[in-house]
């Protein structure tokens, strides 16, 4: 089983700032079959990136994904006050099907 | 638009059963695998369950493995999990979504609690 840790669990900026998050593998990911996820309080997840670095349909491109094997980041260039919340990485190519990472905490400075 | 609406949920006793729907709008169902996934209260998101898009592979995370049954009727696009023997650890919020997470619904809670 892929194990995913994601660094760090909270990260506290301040808009405008960028951000960066880290997401390890603990086996390489299969061709890069890693996506990240946005959730806030009280919604479902919402996709953001796949294939690691692809963004889904009307993510702003201020998000961008990257990296290979068993080390991935998201950054977020510019923080707009809508991207505080909660971000998952997530492998979708090895048994078990689906593996998530704990998440990691954006909150405001 | 994409929709997935998700019904079931609500409070149980201990070993007791649900069953949950997903009804899906705005693609074609048949062609996309579907997933549950759970999110107990303050916690992650846990993968529950896989089906393919003729039901030909199904898979479960262990700790729900003998308990849950993942099903589906591409004629109702309509995708269901079965809960039996449910635990106190199986509360949470239940989504059903779209192939890996292309989309997801809006959630339904279950509780189960003496």
């Known amino acids: 089983e892929i194990v995913l840790t994601q660094s760090p669990g909270t990260l506290s900026l301040s808009p405008g700032e960028r951000a960066t998050l880290s997401c390890r593998a603990s086996?390489?990911?299969?061709?890069?079959?890693l996506a990240w996820y946005q959730q806030k309080p009280g919604q479902a997840p919402r996709l953001l990136i796949y294939?690691?670095?692809s963004r889904a349909t009307g993510i702003p491109d201020r998000f961008s994904g990257s990296g290979s094997g068993t080390d991935f980041t998201l950054t977020i260039s510019r923080l707009e006050p809508e991207d505080f919340a909660v971000y998952y990485c997530?492998?979708?190519?090895?048994?078990?099907?689906?593996?998530f990472g704990q998440g990691t905490r954006l909150e405001i400075k | 638009e994409v929709q997935l609406v998700e019904s079931g949920g609500g409070l149980v006793k201990p070993g007791g059963s649900l069953r949950l729907s997903c009804a899906a709008s705005?693609?074609?169902?048949?062609?996309?695998?579907m997933n549950w996934v759970r999110q107990a209260p303050g916690k992650g998101l846990e993968w529950v369950s896989s089906i393919s898009s003729s039901s030909s592979y199904i898979y479960y995370a262990d700790s729900v493995k003998g308990r849950f049954t993942i099903s589906r009727d591409n004629a109702k696009n309509s995708l269901y999990l079965q809960m039996n023997s449910l635990r106190a650890e199986d509360t949470a919020v239940y989504y059903c979504a779209r192939d890996m997470g292309l989309n997801w619904g809006q959630g339904t809670l279950v509780t189960v609690s003496s």
């Open positions: 086996q390489s990911v299969s061709s890069s079959y």
């Open positions: 294939g690691a670095s």
């Open positions: 997530q492998q979708y190519g090895s048994s078990p099907r689906i593996t």
């Open positions: 705005g693609f074609t169902f048949s062609s996309y695998s």
